[in-house]
């Protein structure tokens, strides 16, 4: 799979599918690019030193899996709160939680290196991976299965 997108729908539905893909008993990778390493930062993020503009990207992108917004209806917020807000009254587990059930299920993460570098990222600004990559790495595990984009 490859996690594009920083929405948190769109963030959401990536970490259900692996959920679900890793408890039917296939092997699931998560290939995290450009906008979708957001969802691997850490928050609060580590003191690390950068350049402007990657200080800028860091300004701009959200501080990981819990300051996602929704792609549609986001209303500056309010939408994204009472869609947490209803997931939550109707026991949904958290981004956090299904990232979580994901690593632990065995679902693989894997950085795109070429992405980290265009945005600044460094590896310790991130939760746990597997594996920091580039496209070739992730490509020769795709020839052994479908890949979804998100």
Do not use: H, Y
Request: proline letters at 2%; a positive charge.
């Amino acid at each position: 799979m490859v996690l594009f997108s920083n929405d948190l729908d769109k963030a959401m539905a990536a970490m259900i599918l692996a959920n679900g893909f890793a408890a039917a008993g296939m092997k699931v990778n998560i290939f995290f690019t450009f906008w979708g390493l957001s969802v691997l930062r850490k928050n609060p993020a580590p003191k690390v030193q950068k350049d402007r503009i990657s200080k800028m990207f860091g300004w701009m992108l959200p501080l990981g899996a819990s300051k996602l917004a929704l792609s549609k209806m986001n209303m500056l917020g309010i939408g994204t709160a009472l869609m947490k807000d209803v997931m939550r009254k109707q026991n949904v587990l958290t981004l956090s939680e299904l990232i979580q059930s994901a690593r632990t299920a065995g679902v693989r993460f894997i950085a795109c290196d070429m992405a980290m570098g265009v945005m600044g990222i460094s590896r310790e600004e991130l939760i746990e991976v597997d594996e920091v990559a580039g496209v070739a790495t992730f490509a020769e595990l795709s020839k052994k299965g479908n890949t979804l984009f998100i």
